[in-house]
């Protein structure tokens, strides 16, 4: 079993519906739970992080983890053209310096 | 202010040959982290520099790569003896750091497009 599973999509939905996408973890040490945006042909920029778990809003972005079935949520409210990109969940033990990733999913808008 | 920065944005090279990846963080980054992008795939780690710590090279795949950082500066990877399953882009990325207040926040240069023919 990997240490952090995503699926890869693509996910279509059409402009102004609600995104869900979603990772799912093993290691129970996990502590930081992070999504990183990448646009094509560019780097990962980190969207949102939250510590152990619960909800954190951040305009239309909201990140959940539920660390008791190991699963963690971005929702998207909104969600607009631009916003089509991969996004990568990924997450560290409290301190550690290695941050494990998902193989992102990718997401399109339809306008 | 700058971001990191990595040269050269595109490099093809030939099956055999060796190739220097470079990497400027950004400035007072302590830390350090290289990864491997297939296509299609997600992150895979390299190496990761922490100030004057030895490296974790747990991720390099093979003795073919290499990766060395001067104090809290530029990194340059290295590969040797190309192969075709090299082929990948390479992203850096820097990090404030612990004392910096947090190794999550990773900031990601925009990577080397490496094709081996």
């Known amino acids: 079993q990997k240490e952090v599973e995503q699926d890869p999509g693509p996910l279509s939905v059409p402009e102004g519906a609600i995104v869900s996408l979603n990772c799912t973890y093993s290691?129970?040490?996990?502590?930081?739970f992070m999504w990183y945006r990448q646009y094509s042909r560019k780097g990962p920029e980190l969207l949102m992080y939250t510590y152990s778990s619960g909800n954190k809003e951040d305009g239309r972005f909201t990140a959940q983890v539920d660390k008791s079935s190991k699963y963690i949520s971005l929702f998207i409210r909104d969600s607009q053209p631009s916003d089509s990109a991969t996004y990568l969940c990924a997450m560290s033990v409290y301190r550690d310096d290695k941050i494990i990733f998902g193989k992102g999913t990718r997401l399109h808008i339809l306008p | 202010g700058a971001g990191v920065s990595q040269s050269p944005s595109n490099k093809v090279t030939e099956k055999g040959k060796d190739v220097e990846l470079r990497c400027d963080p950004i400035s007072g980054h302590t830390a350090l982290y290289w990864y491997r992008q297939r296509l299609g795939q997600g992150l895979e780690f390299l190496i990761y520099f922490q100030g004057n710590s030895a490296p974790d090279k747990s991720g390099l795949p093979s003795d073919r790569f290499s990766a060395e950082r001067t104090g809290e500066s530029v990194s340059t990877l290295t590969i040797q003896r190309t192969q075709q399953e090299d082929s990948a882009v390479y992203l850096c990325?820097?990090?404030?750091?612990?004392?910096?207040?947090?190794?999550?926040?990773?900031?990601f240069g925009p990577g080397t497009r490496l094709t081996v023919t």
């Open positions: 290691n129970s040490a996990f502590q930081y």
């Open positions: 990325a820097s990090s404030p750091g612990l004392a910096g207040g947090g190794l999550y926040e990773q900031y």
